[in-house]
């Protein structure tokens, strides 16, 4: 092999290989990086449709961005090398961990399952189905992380002129029944597989065993699961009951799809009080050298000296090519009676004449799996369809749809984007996805003082991204600190996936200001000035002959101060300005000083209304206290 492949990524240490491709340690001689190389069989490298269907599936898993997925960097074809280059996973697989514990406890096992839902959530939401979930494609990372591996791969063999739809590709201990049966593989498929993940963390074992991948894969078509209690007495039931819910042969009876299987998980780990726990260290511990997920169970070679690496047979826990005829429908005879003793016949049958029965049943047993099934259907071309319409068709072509929904740029709301199977034929009752428009995404309403966290996996719904810009955010004094007000786009804006959606933040309420200087402004003027400041108001009066009635002697506290309880008050003259009476008739003077809550007092002269006033005291401008009294003299002979 090359040791430079597309002059980039260099060929180090082998780490395992399979029956479909190798893995070796590697750099990344651009970036500097260690990474892990899947190189495939030379086979598929010549198969031009392979190629084309690998490279689409790289980079469909490329752009999942999940924390429990390993990352896909880069793809590639370089002479009889096809290739793909991945994060390097420092740690070992689940399967190390099943063959160093048997069992593990209901804790840790949940702690396991949950992330990988996680990434089978996140890869079910884009539209890809792993087909090919086992221990060895499950990798525990030195700092307890799980991540999940190798998505698409065995879609992208499946297209390879080196099989056909009479050929299963897949781990045969971990393919579900429709996988066996017709080749269909859905999100339900994953759900199964990672049932049966499930049933072997809490049991040690899987399900069904057997010396050839045949007798086990019949078994996935014929058999129920049996509840794990039965090969672990102590299994809560209803940990028993939801493996054999993600389990059942009919798929329409599993849950959905990953999303789905995961909230039942954390429902039931939360009703029999199983806590998650950390990985165990022994797990990821120095001694083991980085792993990768490969197509079958890996080999630990030494991380410095390249050591010959072993090549495992396939059996029923590696991924392998497998004759779909192969696979009986009917449960053999010899093994529903138990083994009898040998009977003593009277006329002996020579050998070959045994081998030549064999083959003979064989051959009329296959004859008969071959021609009495029903005949295939073909899969309606139904993109462009609305939604029912779409479902209506695939249902009478004696079908089973399950309508997957996905957002589009481009696509109408509520019409067909694709088909899984996109065309061909099916054996009728298998299962076909219809992935339908729910439109572009739309900003989400926001309330203010919602999470962080709550906004954007609100945006992560709507496969738009967040983006936080604290140059953006505001003071405000009834949402939270650190909570969001709004965003921007506003709600309701339409946009294109993978767009940025700006956070805009609380910076909490706005730091207070010093009290300002009101002293001699109207009342109105002054709580204007005070409450902008960001404080509430109390106003008191009380009498100053300095200051005009109405404006403000003084505050507390005083000007330039800073109130920590935000409370001022505001201290306002009820002075009144003695007007000018001279002139004015007794009457006239005496309404006058009435309506501004002061008295009048003829002191001399004629107290009749109409005479006229010619002196005053106090005089007209000084200012007294309200209900003051005002003494005035009048003319004796005015008329």
Known sequence: MATLLEQRYRVDAPLARGGMSAVYRGMDTRLERPVAIKVMDHRFAEDRSFVDRFEREARAAASLHHPNVIAVHDQGFDGDHVFLVMELVDGGTLRDLLVERGRLTIPLALSVLEPVLSALAAAHQAGLVHRDVKPENVLIGKNGVVKVGDFGLVKAMASSNNTSNSVILGTVAYLSPEQVATGVTTARGDVYAAGLLLYEMLTGQPPYVGDTPISVAYRHVNDDVPPPSQSAPGIPQALDELVVRATRRDPMARPA?????????????????????????????????????????????????????????????????????????????????????????????????????????????STLILTSGPDPVAIPNVVGDDSVSAVQRIEDAKLIPTVVKVRSND?????????????????????????????????????????????????????????????????????????????????????????????????????????????????????????????????????????????????????????????????????????????????????????????????????????????????????????????????????
């Open 411 to 639: 696509v109408q709301r509520n019409k067909v984007i694709r088909t899984d199977p996109p065309n061909g034929t099916l054996i009728p009752g298998s299962g076909v996805n219809v992935y339908v428009s729910t439109g572009p995404p739309i900003v989400p309403d926001v309330e203010p003082g919602a999470t962080v966290a709550d906004v954007q996996k609100a945006l992560q719904g709507q496969e738009l991204r967040s983006k936080l810009n604290p140059a953006e955010d505001l003071f405000d004094n009834n949402v939270p600190k650190g909570s969001v007000i709004s965003l921007s786009p506003s709600p309701g804006t339409q946009l294109k996936l993978g767009e940025e959606v700006t956070l805009i933040l609380s910076k909490g309420p706005a730091p207070l200001k010093p009290l300002p200087d009101v002293r001699g402004k109207t009342e109105a003027e002054a709580r204007e000035l005070v409450q902008e400041a960001g404080y509430t108001v109390t106003v008191s009066t009380r009498f100053d002959e300095r200051i005009e009635g109405g404006r403000v002697i003084s505050s507390n506290p005083d000007a330039g101060a800073v109130a920590q309880d935000k409370k001022v008050t505001l201290f306002v003259s009820n002075a009144v300005t003695v007007p000018d009476l001279n002139g004015k008739r007794v009457n006239e003077a005496r309404d006058q000083l009435e309506k501004l809550g002061l008295k009048l007092d003829v002191a001399f002269g004629d107290n009749r209304g109409n005479r006229r006033i010619f002196a005053q005291g106090p005089n007209a401008g000084e200012r007294v206290q309200k209900g003051s009294t005002v003494r005035v003299g009048v003319n004796f002979f005015d008329s």
């Open 257 to 365: 799809d990953a999303g789905a299987f995961l909230a039942e998980v954390e429902r039931v780990r939360l009703a029999i009080g199983a806590p998650l726990v950390p990985i165990p260290a022994s797990v990821h511990g120095t001694k083991t050298a980085p792993r990768v997920a490969t197509d079958m169970p890996t080999v630990q070679v030494a991380p410095v000296t390249p050591a010959p690496v072993a090549t495992t047979p396939p059996g029923p826990q590696g991924t392998r090519a497998m004759s779909r005829s192969d696979v009986p429908t009917r449960t053999p005879r010899s093994a529903d009676k138990k083994k009898e003793p040998p009977r003593k016949r009277r006329f002996p049958i020579p050998k070959w004449g045994i081998a030549a029965a064999v083959l003979a049943v064989i051959a009329i047993v």
